[in-house]
């Protein structure tokens, strides 16, 4: 069986020191023998001509290079079509994939872990983001938000769901240009990259300068755990394994071993203000949101609320409403079915197969799980403020479809706030 080719997945926003990476790892390469794929939004692909002439690899040989689209999405198929022929056309030790400062880089990896013809080449290594700690502490540490967006006109993310996407699915997170921040402002940092990613290793760099060997060989990419690195994740996880009261809230917080490596202690927490005032809650209610009031709250939350995502019951949808928000940017989006909104028949069926479902005697499986994450959150006040949301004993006997709602229904998605 021929041994598969490590890769080593590279995000970051726009300038954060992706390619000044990119071209210290092959200035100090040792005895690696490095391929580099680069992705840039624009027809003419600026990061792939300074990999080239940084090295002694140019286009077409060891470097490849994917331009006028983004590799997470509409060059999937070319991104594919690029590291099949590489690995066919030269030998090399590891292939480095810099994504364009627009990509997520959950669905690269994914190109590589399910049944491709690139995963029959390759196995994913690590997937590392470099941030801009400057950037990062204005937009979620900062009175500032995260405002700006990708280069091409048709990108239409803000830059904050980027950025926390990046933390989120990252093995490894380059705290960059560490030298234009503060002491306080780093540690600030820190700790928010830890409350987003409590099992990312976290390093500080200026201009992108790290040890081959702390990126290269580690194999930390798991795609069966993957998906549940994020922080709102681990604290939705860390509710459930609670009682079933109406909510269960818990600060968590992350410090580092002797090797970096991000360390989640259940039991030991500090006070929030200990650890640069970042924490986290988890609220939980079986009773549905009004409409109007919870969109009102979502249009305006506090910009100390860095991230929250979660499942909502809204009253007068039969769909659960997944509510997602990074800084300024607030999305909710109907995905599937209540089960307890199915006919009978294969509302019965689904629970027999599922019987592990939690399941209220009277509203079935409808239930809000909301994970709050931010800077100086008045927990107590917070929770009063979503309860504000919630139905009234009066409204809860009211016919819930003629409440004005402009959450979506099943299969929509609906922009509640943007930069």
């Not at 800077?375 to 009211?398: F, H, K, Q, R, V």
């Amino acid at each position: 069986m021929t041994q598969t080719i490590p890769v080593t997945i590279l995000s970051g926003s726009l300038g954060a020191g992706k390619t000044t990476l990119l071209n210290h790892l092959l200035r100090n390469a040792g005895d690696r023998n490095i391929a580099v794929l680069v992705n840039d939004m624009g027809d003419l692909n600026v990061d792939a001509e300074l990999v080239s002439a940084n090295s002694d690899l140019s286009v077409g040989d060891g470097v490849a290079e994917l331009s006028n689209g983004c590799i997470c999405c509409e060059l999937q198929d070319d991104l594919e079509t690029a590291v099949t022929r590489l690995a066919r056309n030269r030998d090399f030790d590891v292939l480095v994939v810099e994504s364009s400062g627009i990509s997520e880089p959950e669905p690269v990896a994914r190109l590589f872990t399910t049944g491709s013809r690139a995963a029959a080449l390759y196995e994913v290594d690590s997937l590392v983001t470099v941030l801009d700690s400057r950037l990062f502490y204005d937009a979620f540490g900062g009175d500032g938000v995260a405002e700006r967006r990708g280069t091409d006109e048709d990108d239409s993310r803000p830059l904050s769901d980027l950025l926390v996407e990046q933390v989120e699915f990252a093995n490894i997170v380059l705290l960059n240009k560490s030298d234009l921040v503060s002491e306080a402002e780093m540690a600030a940092v820190e700790e928010m990259v830890r409350a987003l990613a409590p099992d990312t290793e976290i390093l500080r760099t200026r201009e992108s300068a790290v040890a081959p060997d702390r990126l290269f060989g580690r194999e930390l990419y798991d795609p069966a755990t993957a998906a549940e690195m994020a922080g709102w994740k681990r604290a939705l996880a860390e509710s459930e394994s609670g009682d079933d009261s109406d909510h269960i809230h818990s600060h968590g917080d992350s410090d580092h071993d002797d090797h970096g490596h991000g360390v989640h202690d259940d039991h030991d927490h500090r006070h929030p203000d200990e650890v640069y005032g970042v924490s986290s809650f988890t609220y939980r209610r079986r009773r549905p949101f009004h409409p109007e009031r919870f969109a009102a709250l979502l249009s305006d939350l506090p910009s100390n609320v860095v991230r929250s995502k979660g499942t909502c019951w809204v009253a007068g949808r039969e769909s659960p409403v997944v509510v997602s928000q990074a800084g300024p940017s607030v999305r909710a989006e109907a995905v599937g079915r209540w089960i307890a909104a199915l006919p009978e028949a294969d509302r019965d069926l689904y629970r027999a197969n599922r019987r592990d479902l939690e399941w209220d005697d009277e509203w079935g499986d409808r239930r809000t799980e909301f994970v709050v994450i931010g800077t100086g959150l008045d927990e107590e006040a917070t929770i009063a403020t979503l309860d504000d949301c919630l139905l009234t004993d009066e409204e809860m006997t009211e016919t819930w479809e003629a409440f004005e709602n402009p959450f979506p229904t099943q299969g929509e998605e609906l922009v509640v706030t943007e930069p």
